[in-house]
Structure formats: structure tokens, C-alpha cells
């Protein structure tokens, strides 16, 4: 038996999340939001270089492709190799066969210098014809003067901005700093506890089993006007997994909840990316609607065409060998765990 579908979105990945497993422990145990950032996160991305953003993302792009994702929405942040990042990750992306559309964080955590560094990778990679969007890491860690910046760049250059938005208590003051700004074609990520009143327009990018992950809380999308997508938040980019989770999520909160709501959320997530709704995913299962898919494990792609080309075949790519991929990540992963 087999189904075709479009192919699936990720509305919120951090490719370069792709080389931590495995990494060794922090410095200390994190038991905190915050402390996770400041020992995990906050620490990897400042040991990153560009030949580890290249096999991450070359990796992370191939994970992609063998779970029917077609189209990768990243964000993405390497404070010790700014210049040049959002190039080196579309090029690695563009060579398995999926699309992505890339940000660059901006945050002032780095000063004023490295805040002005990620707006001009922004405007860079956009004003060079590559896919994607002004990124902010956070509204609580850039001043008001970077948020307007990093807006106006988007307005500029007729594009939205890509933002983590309330998904931890740090950030509970981002709602009335973001709200003068925000515009229907921005993307916020996470709005664990972004009030249902904030006034912010754009898509939100809902992350469930980060959210449960971190400790964040459950962001409760139903209770929403703004369109909601389903993202990863780096924990690869299996999309009928994250609606799984999305669903039991759902259900978990309101008994009487059904699969249809999270469904919506992951195939909303094709209009941030049109064109992967002519892609052709074909799976291993038919029917493919959410009632089977919420029940049913190991429900896998068989084959992929994109663009008129056959980009997985008999569940292996066609542009890449799976296992260099996999090899070359993992040298880059243990470069990266060294300096960790």
C-alpha cells in the first residue's frame, strides 16, 4: 500500500543542532531556561565554523529528505563565523534537494559589533538573491535599536523577520516590544507564553517536543488567531513525528481533542514555502490522513520528486551518498565536540 502527498515543511529548525549529539556534558547541569541556553546552546553556537554549518546542514538537509520534508525554515547563529554562514548552509541544502530559507540570528549578546555583523549576513545573503528572512535570536537579548533595525532590513529588502517569541519566562516582556513591528509575513517561533492579546501579527511556529524538552511549558496553539506551523526547533525535521507529538500535546491538554487541529498546523506550514505543495512524497502507508497517521508507527517516505526530478528513490536520496554525509558530519561533529 502507498499514499502521495505534498511534501512536508519545517517551519522552525536549527540545522547546526545537527552535530551536538552526543556532545559531552556542560560544565554544570542546567535547571533553568536560562541556565540551558547559557551552558548548552549559547556555548555551541560560538564553537561553530563554516565546515561544521556545511556538514550539519548537508546532514540535516539529508534527515530532512528521508522523512518527506521537502522545505527547512532555519535559523541559525555562529558568532565566531558570521560572514558567509546563510551561503554555506543554502549551497549544502541545495545540493540534497531541499529547499530551505535561511536567517541569521541577530542579538546584541556579542555587542554592537556582532549585532551589526548579523544584520549585514541578512543582507548579504537576501541582496544576493538568496531565499530568506531577517533573523532576531530573541527580543530579550537585543535593545530596541536592533529590533528596529532588524525590521526595518526586513521591510527593506520584502521580507518577513524570523524571531523566538515568549518561549521561555525571559521573555515575557517581547510581546509589547515586538508589537509595533511585527507584520503578518513575520515568523514567531514558539509563543509558549505569548498572551492570546499581544497583538502580534505572523505565522507562529509551534515547537512541542522542544517545548517539553526545555521545560518551556505547552504553548496551547489553539488559542491563536494567528496561522500555526509546526517546526522542530532542531530536533531533526520528521515531520509526522512532531505531529504526533503535536497531537498527544493537544490531546493531553483537552481530552476531547482530535488529530485535525495539529494536521492543520503541519500542512500550514507549505505557505511559508508554496512550492512544496507540487512536490510528490510517496509513503509507505495509505491512507494518509490524520486519524491513521496519529496511530501508526514507521510510516516512511519510499519516494520524493521535486521539481520534476526524483530526489529519493526507494527511500534513498539520488543527489548525495547518505553514508559520506553521514561520515563527514560525523568528523565535524567530534571537531565540535572537542572544543566543547
Not at 86 to 100: K, M, N, P, W
Not at 150 to 157: N, R, V
Request: a negative charge; proline letters at 7%; one cysteine or more.
Amino acid at each position: 500500500m502507498s499514499a502521495t502527498t505534498p511534501g512536508m515543511v519545517c517551519a522552525h529548525h536549527h540545522l547546526y543542532s545537527a552535530l551536538v549529539r552526543g556532545m559531552p556534558p556542560p560544565p554544570a547541569t542546567p535547571t533553568s531556561f536560562s541556565e540551558i541556553l547559557e551552558l548548552i546552546w549559547w556555548r555551541v553556537d560560538r564553537s561553530l565554523d563554516l565546515e561544521m554549518l556545511r556538514w550539519s546542514a548537508m546532514l540535516g538537509a539529508l534527515e530532512a529528505l528521508e522523512q518527506g520534508t521537502t522545505a527547512i525554515v532555519d535559523h541559525h547563529e555562529s558568532p565566531e563565523a558570521i560572514e558567509g554562514s546563510l551561503s554555506v548552509i543554502a549551497e549544502a541544502c541545495a545540493e540534497v534537494g531541499v529547499r530551505v530559507v535561511c536567517a541569521y540570528g541577530v542579538t546584541d549578546r556579542h555587542g554592537a559589533d556582532g549585532a551589526q555583523r548579523g544584520l549585514e549576513e541578512n543582507r548579504r545573503f537576501l541582496s544576493e538573491g538568496g531565499r530568506g528572512l531577517v533573523g532576531v535570536h530573541a527580543a530579550f537579548t537585543c535593545s530596541d535599536d536592533t529590533l528596529e533595525a532588524a525590521a526595518g532590513l526586513a521591510t527593506d529588502l520584502g521580507v518577513g523577520v524570523h524571531v523566538h517569541v515568549c518561549e521561555g519566562a525571559p521573555d515575557a516582556a517581547a510581546p509589547q516590544r515586538l508589537a509595533p513591528l511585527t507584520r503578518d509575513d513575520w515568523l514567531l517561533a514558539h509563543g509558549v507564553h505569548l498572551p492570546e492579546d499581544a497583538g502580534l501579527a505572523g505565522t507562529i511556529a509551534h515547537n512541542p517536543r522542544s517545548n517539553m524538552n526545555n521545560g518551556v511549558g505547552y504553548a496551547r496553539p489553539v488559542r491563536f488567531d494567528n496561522p500555526v506551523a509546526l517546526g522542530s526547533d532542531g530536533i531533526g525535521a520528521a515531520m509526522l513525528d512532531e505531529f504526533r507529538i503535536a497531537y498527544l500535546c493537544h490531546r493531553h491538554d483537552d481530552v476531547t481533542a482530535t488529530p485535525e487541529p495539529a494536521w492543520s498546523w503541519l500542512e500550514a506550514g507549505r505557505a511559508l514555502v508554496p512550492e512544496t505543495a507540487d512536490d510528490e512524497v510517496t509513503w509507505s502507508y495509505d491512507p494518509m490522513d490524520p486519524w491513521h497517521i496519529a496511530f501508526t508507527p514507521g510510516i516512511r517516505p519510499v519516494r520524493v520528486v521535486r521539481d520534476g526530478e526524483v530526489v529519493l528513490a526507494d527511500g534513498r536520496p539520488t543527489r548525495v551518498d547518505p553514508d559520506e554525509v553521514r561520515a563527514k558530519a560525523a568528523e565535524q561533529a567530534r571537531r565540535l565536540h572537542a572544543r566543547l
